[in-house]
């Protein structure tokens, strides 16, 4: 039976690509720089890959988003000139935050304990979710600064369930990554739920054709969640709404 909910943060409940996009284009043009579309992709890439440094360990957050400023630029700033070219983009990101419209009555609707478990740092989440207005829904906000692991580490979904007092199989685990959060959440013992959020039409056609692992979840949206989560019966059949 479930008692808790564990959720990832970035795209699951705050809509950080779309606040990226508008971000960027006002920070490009401040800077100087191409507002194209190949600039957003490539600033997404080298986002990717910087962050995936991070969950491996390799980097330190604030190395982290040094790397993500110098491999955009393609050039290497000090760390002074570097935090600073960054700080000027997330002023105008901070003004661009957005949570996804059904977060507010997800979380009204879901009669479970809440807790974040997250790849970026506590400090960013904690302002995050309180400049969104979510933040008192959870009890426990994990992230990888502190914990000093990252998903899909499956030591990263144990702390939290450790941090709930609940057993893996007591949790379920939310988030906009097959692999990094539903999967590896499963594989940890947790109930993985991958929230696919199909931004466009050919985005969901793709999508639509990539098969859900067996005893992970797929919702395309957080209104299918509480019926999933009062179904337990249905949770050994990898259940998949399309």
């Given at each position: 039976m479930i008692e808790a909910v564990l959720w990832d943060v970035d795209d699951t409940l705050f809509d950080f690509t779309g606040s990226d996009r508008r971000a960027l284009s006002r920070h490009f043009q401040a800077e100087g720089l191409p507002g194209s579309a190949a600039s957003v992709e490539r600033w997404q890439q080298v986002t990717e890959v910087a962050y995936?440094?991070?969950a491996a360990g390799e980097l330190t957050y604030e190395?982290?988003?040094?790397?993500?400023?110098n491999g955009f630029l393609g050039r290497t700033l000090d760390d002074v000139e570097a935090d600073a070219w960054?700080?000027?983009y997330t002023a105008l990101f901070e003004r661009a935050w957005t949570a996804f419209?059904?977060?507010?009555?997800?979380l009204a609707a879901l009669p479970y304990r809440h807790g974040i478990l997250s790849n970026s740092s506590t400090?960013?989440?904690?302002r995050r979710l309180t400049a969104l207005g979510l933040r008192h829904h959870f009890e426990v906000l994990l992230c990888a600064d502190r914990l000093a692991r990252a998903k899909p580490d499956p030591s990263a979904f144990l702390a939290g369930c450790e941090a709930l007092g609940l057993p893996p199989d007591a949790v379920a685990y939310v988030g906009d990554q097959l692999d990094t959060d539903a999967v590896a959440a499963r594989d940890a013992g947790l109930v993985g739920i991958w929230?696919?959020?199909?931004?466009?039409?050919?985005?969901?056609?793709?999508r639509?054709?990539?098969p859900v692992p067996v005893g992970v979840h797929r919702i395309p949206s957080l209104a299918?969640?509480?019926r999933l989560l009062a179904a337990p019966g249905e949770w050994g059949h990898g259940l998949s709404r399309p």
């Open positions: 995936g440094r991070l190395e982290c988003q040094r790397q993500r400023v960054l700080r000027r419209p059904d977060v507010t009555a997800a400090a960013h989440q904690e929230l696919d959020r199909a931004r466009s039409t050919a985005a969901a056609t793709s639509s054709t990539v299918d969640l509480p």
